[in-house]
């Protein structure tokens, strides 16, 4: 099943890089394949969709749904060879790619003017820090 996600995810971060820049298409589908035997290939089939993120004029719900299925290759390809009952797709791994691209989505909604984000955003870092470190201690401890 790892593999099967980590191909599925490779092509379809393929199909991402294709709409947004289309002769960047190959050189990805080229390192993503390669990805599925070698991990570094994997790393630059990512990269290079930063790249094209980055130097294109993409929204924000496009440069998120690449950044899941990045997220999605880079967890399967990197256990496609683990041990058997490794798991890279669990409930909190989805469920934080999920939260994260939502957030950045949500945050590029609000006004860029605003004077007061430089303040807000620390804090911001630090309870959810807190909730997150307060949820695996709570789960370690068996409450």
Do not use: H, K, Q
Not at 49 to 70: E, K, Y
Request: glycine share 10%; charged share 5%.
């Amino acid at each position: 099943m790892t593999r099967f996600l980590a191909v599925l995810a490779g092509l379809l971060l393929t199909l991402g890089v294709a709409l947004v820049l289309p002769w960047v298409a190959a050189p990805t589908f080229a390192l993503a394949v390669a990805g599925w035997r070698w991990r570094v290939s994997a790393v630059g089939a990512v990269l290079v969709a930063l790249a094209v993120l980055a130097c294109t004029d993409t929204g924000a719900l496009v440069a998120g749904a690449i950044g899941v299925v990045a997220t999605t290759y880079l967890l399967n390809t990197a256990t496609v060879s683990a041990p058997v009952g490794v798991v890279p797709t669990t409930v909190p791994s989805v469920a934080g790619a999920l939260v994260f691209t939502v957030a950045a989505g949500v945050a590029t909604l609000l006004p860029a003017g605003l004077s007061w984000m430089p303040i807000i955003a620390p804090i911001t870092v630090i309870l959810l820090y807190a909730l997150i470190v307060r949820g695996l201690v709570d789960e370690r401890s068996g409450g």
